[in-house]
Nanobody
Framework: QVLLVESGGGFVQTGGSLRLSCHIS????????VGWFRQASAKEREFVTA????????YYGNVLKGRFTISRDSATNTVFLQMNNLDLEDTATYYC????????????????????WGQGTQVTVSS
């Protein structure tokens, strides 16, 4: 059974940083794509970023403005999301998602195209 477990969320002031982790167990996605989505209260789930495991090709959503960085560690089967210069609009539940497909286009990086999901970790940014 594949499990994705996020950690690292919490409370932070505007301008601060957080590093989220997504540990994958029960399987690997060496030929696939792992990403992060977020969902704020009363809003739709939004694509944040994704990484192709095999070649580390990365994709970022339009709203990030260079503040977020995704990376992965094969040794621990973990994907990280480094978030810097956080602002109020980054408040959301952040979800890790994985697909066995190796996506080559940002068009494909939508929630329905990811088959495995974590339970989410809450990030709250305050002024």
């Amino acid at each position: 059974q594949v499990l994705l477990v996020e950690s690292g969320g919490g409370f932070v002031q505007t301008g601060g940083s957080l590093r989220l982790s997504c540990h994958i167990s029960g399987g690997t996605f060496r030929s696939g794509t792992v990403g992060w989505f977020r969902q704020a209260s009363a809003k739709e789930r939004e694509f944040v970023t994704a990484i192709r495991w095999s070649d580390r090709e990365v994709y970022y959503g339009n709203v990030l403005k260079g503040r977020f960085t995704i990376s992965r560690d094969s040794a621990t089967n973990t994907v990280f999301l480094q978030m810097n210069n956080l602002d109020l609009e980054d408040t959301a539940t952040y979800y890790c998602a994985a697909s066995q497909r190796r996506y080559a286009s940002s068009y494909r990086l939508r929630a329905p195209n990811f088959d495995y999901w974590g339970q989410g970790t809450q990030v709250t940014v305050s002024s």
